[in-house]
């Protein structure tokens, strides 16, 4: 190869999490370069090249008409387009409005509502355009973007685990907060990625990392409410930063709907 | 060894069957078991509490001992207290098992380097600590032998295993109580402790019977202060397992378990269990048998030097069955099948005995509260 | 009396490490048809050099690292030499597309060989029918040589070989030299092309029409798709084979291939050290069994 791989990475609607993490782990995509050409990094350096880009990163959610379109074109100058972080892959906190009435946010945030210019909702960049592999977390962890950037660079698929939190509760040797202390936990619905750090400080699993493959939402939420938690509290509980996830979106909406219908 | 009075130690007969005297020692001289292990090189793993549970680690004296607390279980759940007397063992059995120190949960197996003439291969060395396992539950003894079995009886010998098997020091508690998750009656595993340890104790209100079994295991209660027990003391002993024999009261029925479960591969039941089943893993990480396990690929970032890192697994992982072709056990309901058939059915041809041996954990640490006897219960039922 | 010294069971202390992988080197690569080649990978090691014997259905682990392990049956004739040994492999996903990057000269890792062989012994003064599909032709291959460098100990002997497409029938520049030395191949494709003259379906109607041999008399050795082989005992044992004389070669997927892992499980069987090749009679049990 005489040219080395031109990697972009692209932020849309989201906090600085992910960002931090990539930015941290710039000495080490450095090391690892020699391998790559950071051709578009907006955040690391004024330096703007055109595509097309062997590998795009992209960051946050789709919120507004202009990140509509420029989504649109990113798709077309990327080989291969990674999502990282829950903004990206599932629309992130901000997809929250996607429950309420954005202009009545509008109204109460803005003095002069008229001049912001936004989308009805928050959404993932795969509602938009195909996307070639996912990245989960909020924030991401950096060890798996460099497993990923590794893999892409040496012509392989990543991998990334797709089993339960709890796995790596047993495996650290964490005891379950759930079954030892009561303490609701989405870490059994929730996919492996930050090390299940939350249970290791007595606290339940937030879903940080999205829907683990196949989650049996309703199994999980009917016993927290057999447990004694109140069933909108357990619609909170899922509507966090992959709230808008496919999978805990239809379970929050189906309890909310239950809600609704007995009044 | 001297033995006058064979006919009391024939009541706690040991390891091989042959009479043993049993001794008595006070609970202060026991707390010297400590420095005895830990002068003789082991690195003692007993209860302690910790994360509102009574878990294996490191103990070092008598105080990490839970004294003073037991636990309550049942489907899901799991709740320490405080007991009214002191006892150093008054629980059952905890989240953790032993095979986190036999088997550790993650481990590099192998190594790669590139050099200038190409890729070399390496085994890293490894030195484990000589453990001592203080608290060994009769149903752990069982499950120990099972996976005995399955790491260094096949053709091939799992050497991490084996290593830390070959050196560690077995001191076993029968039970004295039980908790409403324990079957071990039905498993035919407990709660005395008969074969599989160097040393067996039980606690009585000032002290603990204990028999040797070993020379191993003689030569540690050699150095601890001692007297032959009295028939009275070995009469209370052997009431204290009887009570906790008597308060297990769940069954599993293991009649004619294999062909049972291999002739209900269909049964409408595996459907019922699957709306339930979270396919989390957590029972088969906290079942002291279960041996699965991955390697994982771990490469620094010049992607020259490679460690082959094995980590526990488990067959409710979406990707363990995978193949190129597809993921054979892709649904739920195939999953939890294949964990309730091999423990009970499949284990039984694979390593001539059952992977279960009763010890509840799956029961109590699955965040659902999903009971393995209830199921094999319910798929006994005919069904209409 | 005696009193144990320890609690430690009984097991040779010299245990060799499963995990310890051979280095070896690619000798050549040649491209077998579109997707697949056959490596020839010698040993680097003096001592594992001349050393290393398989049999005919056995695989090895190779192990690319960083990419990872994977199970690949060995190719080549049991009696050819013992300081390299050949693999045919289809490119699937990460670790067989690294392989088909590497160059005559680069290194990798084997170990191995692990598993159970195709029974030679069974085979002396009977028929034999080999049926594969695709790349299921490549554990077949070193039975075939084994059978045709004895070629008067075998009845008479069949190899019914299905593929997807003319372009993909495997080894197609041996048949000449095998029917040459007695044995009858027959090919069969799923999808056809223009030029080809011969037979197109799947592979069980070539089995259905085999008239070349004694059923009361014959092995049978089967690899290929799951399905393919399910069928294929099927029409066997209408055909009046005996269950008992009837082997597949099964596929799981393999972490330690040492039984160790547990990856591999196929209801009682591990694939790995049970297999890949079973006796039907063993199996037909849990052939029919859906994601077992
Ligand atoms: C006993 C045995 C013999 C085989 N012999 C051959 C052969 O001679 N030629 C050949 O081309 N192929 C053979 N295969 C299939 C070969 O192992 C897979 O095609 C290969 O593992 C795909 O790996 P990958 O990394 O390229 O694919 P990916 O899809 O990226 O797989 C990733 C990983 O999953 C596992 N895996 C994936 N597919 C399989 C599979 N089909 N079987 C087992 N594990 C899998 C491996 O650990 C692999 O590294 C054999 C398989 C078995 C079990
Ligand atoms: S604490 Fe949460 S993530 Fe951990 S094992 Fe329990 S339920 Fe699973
Ligand atoms: S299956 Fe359950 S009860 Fe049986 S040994 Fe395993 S954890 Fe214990
Ligand atoms: S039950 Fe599952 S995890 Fe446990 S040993 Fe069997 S296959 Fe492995
Ligand atoms: S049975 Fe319970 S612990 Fe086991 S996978 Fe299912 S939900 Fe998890
Ligand atoms: S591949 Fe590990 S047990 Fe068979």
Redesign the interface.
């Known amino acids: 190869m005489s040219e080395r791989p031109r990697l972009g990475v692209f932020k849309f609607a989201s906090c600085d999490g992910c960002q931090l993490a990539l930015l941290d782990a710039e000495d080490q995509l450095l090391q690892l370069a020699g391998a790559v050409r950071i051709a578009y990094f907006l955040e690391a350096s004024s330096r703007i090249e055109p595509g097309p880009y062997d590998i795009a990163l992209v960051e946050g959610s789709i919120t507004t008409p202009a990140d509509a379109e420029r989504i649109q074109q990113i798709r077309r100058d990327a080989k291969f387009l990674v999502t990282i972080g829950a903004c990206a892959t599932a629309g992130g906190i901000q997809a929250l409005r996607n429950w309420s009435d954005t202009d009545e946010f509008l109204r109460a945030v803005y003095a002069r509502p008229e001049y912001i210019s936004t989308l009805a909702t928050s959404t993932a960049i795969a509602d938009h355009v195909r996307v070639d592999f996912e990245l989960r977390g909020c924030p991401i962890n950096q060890q798996q973007l460099i497993e990923v950037l590794q893999s892409l660079l040496a012509g392989r698929r990543p991998r990334t685990p797709t089993h339960s939190i709890c796995l790596d509760c047993k495996r650290r040797g964490t005891v379950c907060v759930m079954v030892a202390a009561g303490t609701p936990c989405l870490g059994p619905v929730t996919q492996a990625g930050c090390g299940a750090i939350c249970p290791a400080y007595d606290r339940g699993c937030y879903g940080c990392y999205g829907p683990a493959v196949q989650a049996n939402l309703a199994s999980l939420t009917t016993h927290l409410i057999a447990k004694g938690e109140a069933r909108e509290k357990v619609v909170y509980r899922l509507r966090g930063f992959n709230g808008y996830s496919p999978e805990f979106r239809a379970e929050s909406d189906r309890l909310e709907s239950i809600e609704e219908r007995e009044g | 060894m001297p033995n006058e009075n064979a006919a009391v130690s024939k009541r706690l007969p040991d390891s091989d069957g042959n009479p043993q005297q049993s001794h008595f020692v006070a609970t202060e001289a026991f707390a010297s078991i400590f420095e005895v292990l830990q002068g003789k090189g082991y690195t003692v793993i007993g209860p302690t509490i910790d994360q509102h549970a009574i878990v294996y680690d490191q103990v070092r004296s008598l105080q990490d001992l839970p004294q003073g607390w037991t636990d309550r279980q049942g489907a899901g759940e799991y709740r320490l207290e405080r007991r009214d007397d002191n006892a150093l063992f008054g629980y059952v059995v905890g989240p953790h098992s032993w095979k986190h120190f036999l088997f550790p949960p993650a481990m590099t197996v192998a190594t790669a380097d590139k050099t200038a003439s190409g890729w070399t291969f390496q085994t890293p060395e490894d030195d484990p600590p000589k453990y001592a396992f203080l608290g060994v539950r009769a149903c752990e003894l069982a499950a120990m032998r099972v996976q005995d079995r399955v790491f260094m009886a096949g053709p091939y010998v799992d050497p991490a295993y084996h290593q830390r098997r070959s050196g560690a020091l077995i001191i076993a508690v029968n039970c004295s109580q039980a908790a409403p998750t324990c079957f071990c009656t039905s498993m035919g595993t407990g709660p005395q402790c008969t074969s599989g340890f160097d040393l067996a104790l039980t606690e009585l209100t000032d002290g603990f019977v204990i028999a040797a079994a070993t020379r191993d295991g003689e030569e540690i209660l050699s150095e601890l202060k001692s007297r032959p027990a009295t028939v009275e003391e070995l009469r209370q002993a052997a009431a204290v397992t009887q009570r906790a024999a008597e308060q297990v009261e769940r069954r599993l029925d293991t009649t004619n378990i294999r062909d049972v479960l291999f002739a209900n591969l269909d049964h409408p039941r595996w459907d019922d269990v699957a709306q339930r089943c979270l396919s989390c893993a957590n029972c088969t990480m906290v079942c002291p048998t279960c041996f699965c396990s991955s390697v994982q690929e771990v490469s620094d970032l010049s992607g020259q030097h490679v460690e082959r890192q094995r980590q526990w697994d488990s067959c409710f992982n979406f990707d363990f069955s995978y193949m190129n072709g597809g993921v054979i056990r892709d649904t739920t309901r195939s999953r939890y099948r294949q964990w309730l058939t091999h423990k009970l059915a499949s284990w039984i041809d694979q390593f001539g005995s059952s992977g279960c041996v009763g010890c509840g954990r799956c029961i109590a640490w699955c965040p659902v509260g999903i009971d393995l006897t209830e199921e094999v219960a319910a798929i006994r039922e005919p069904t209409s | 009396?005696?009193?144990?010294?320890?609690?430690?069971?009984s097991?040779?202390q010299q245990?060799p490490?499963?995990?310890?992988?051979?280095?070896v080197?690619i000798r050549s690569i040649q491209q077998e048809i579109d997707g697949v080649s056959t490596y020839d990978l010698a040993f680097?090691n003096a001592a594992a050099d001349g050393t290393y014997r398989f049999s005919p259905g056995q695989f090895n682990m190779l192990?690319l690292?960083?990419?990872?392990?994977i199970a690949i049956s060995v190719s080549d004739d049991p009696a050819r030499s013992a300081s390299s040994c050949r693999h045919t492999v289809r490119t699937?996903?990460?670790v067989t597309?690294?392989l088909g990057?590497l160059q005559p000269g680069?290194?990798?890792?084997l170990r191995g060989p692990f598993g159970t062989a195709w029974p030679m012994a069974d085979c002396i003064g009977r028929d034999v029918i080999i049926v594969a599909g695709g790349i299921g032709l490549a554990p077949l291959r070193p039975a075939i040589y084994t059978l045709l460098r004895e070629r008067r100990c075998y009845g008479r002997l069949n190899l019914l070989l299905g593929a997807r497409s003319p372009g993909t029938l495997l080894y197609r520049s041996e048949f000449a030299q095998w029917e040459e030395r007695g044995l009858v191949v027959q090919t069969t494709v799923d999808q056809s092309t223009p030029d080809w003259t011969g037979n197109v379906g799947v592979v069980t109607l070539l089995l259905e029409r085999l008239r070349s041999f004694d059923p009361t008399n014959s092995v049978l050795l089967c690899c290929g798709?799951e399905v393919m082989m399910k069928f294929t005992a099927v029409t066997a044992q209408h055909r009046g084979i005996p269950p008992e004389r009837i082997w597949i070669s099964m596929?799981?997927?393999m972490?330690?291939a040492?039984?160790?892992?547990?990856?591999c499980?196929w209801?009682?069987e591990?694939v790995c050290?049970d297999g890949p090749v079973f006796r039907y009679d063993r199996i037909a049990?849990w052939i029919d069994?859906?994601?077992?």
């Not at chain 3, 009396?1 to 069971?9: D, G, H, K, N």
């Not at chain 3, 680069?106 to 890792?109: A, E, M, R, S, Y």
């Not at chain 3, 069994?289 to 077992?292: A, I, S, T």
Request: charged share 20%; with cysteine.
């Open positions: 009396m005696s009193i144990p010294a320890s609690t430690t069971p097991s040779s245990v490490n499963p995990w310890q992988a051979h280095a080197s680097d192990y690292p960083g990419a990872g392990e699937a996903g990460n597309r690294t990057k680069d290194t990798l890792g798709p596929e799981r997927n972490q330690c040492v039984g160790l892992c547990g990856h499980q209801g009682p591990f050290k049990r069994v859906e994601r077992l």
